[in-house]
């Protein structure tokens, strides 16, 4: 029932920059873990960034230095700030929650996705 809205994608030039959005439903305080993922065409899905509700993060080496994971409890919002993009790069993103709701059951979300291209 959980709800994650994405925003930001759109087309832009190598070397270029954009922010997505991931708002919430609900309060991403309760959320144990949010991330990106992306799937570019013909290509498995992979994960990009993740933060924790404690703040930690990791990235795809691919990303590293050029990307910034980052997360607004009040706005219920986490964000994806790219930098330094180039065509490799594109893909539809997906907004990803976990959500720890016992030791045996655990939920996962996902926003609708949305198209990041860039042109060389």
């Known amino acids: 029932q959980v709800q994650l809205v994405e925003s930001g994608g759109g087309l832009v030039q190598a070397g270029g920059s954009l922010r997505l959005s991931c708002t919430a439903s609900?309060?991403?305080?309760?959320?144990?873990?949010m991330g990106w993922y992306r799937q570019a065409t013909g290509k498995q899905p992979e994960l990009v960034a993740r933060?924790?509700?404690?703040?930690?993060?990791n990235y795809a080496d691919s990303v590293k230095g050029r990307f910034t994971i980052s997360r607004d409890n009040a706005k219920n919002t986490v964000y994806l700030q790219m930098t330094s993009l180039a065509p490799e790069d594109t893909a539809v993103y997906y907004c990803?929650?976990?959500?720890?709701?016992?030791?045996?059951?655990?939920?996962?979300?996902w926003g609708q996705g949305t198209q990041v291209t860039v042109s060389s």
């Open positions: 990803n929650g976990e959500r720890t709701v016992s030791t045996m059951a655990a939920h996962a979300y």
């Open positions: 933060i924790t509700s404690g703040g930690s993060t």
């Open positions: 609900i309060s991403i305080f309760s959320i144990n873990a």
